[in-house]
């Protein structure tokens, strides 16, 4: 395993796969990681939490501008 898988683990779609479910499923996969990443330097004390909340709200648009974009009501 080299770092980058390490640090940026994939798990197996297991949906319908389609472009735009794999790209959101990416998206989302992405999303978890970085929130991870941000709780621990919260919990740390590297980063405070009203920092860790606009970090994850910002996070949190970004996926739901995704969605939208990606994937049919």
Do not use: C
């Amino acid at each position: 395993m080299d770092k980058h898988e390490f640090l940026y683990p994939r798990s197996t779609y297991y949906g319908k796969v389609t472009p735009e479910q794999l790209i959101f499923n990416a998206n989302l996969q992405e999303f978890s990681t970085k929130v991870g990443y941000i709780s621990s330097l919260e919990t740390s004390g590297k980063l405070s939490s009203q920092d860790a909340y606009q970090q994850i709200k910002h996070l949190w648009k970004e996926l739901k501008q995704s969605k939208k974009n990606l994937l049919p009501s």
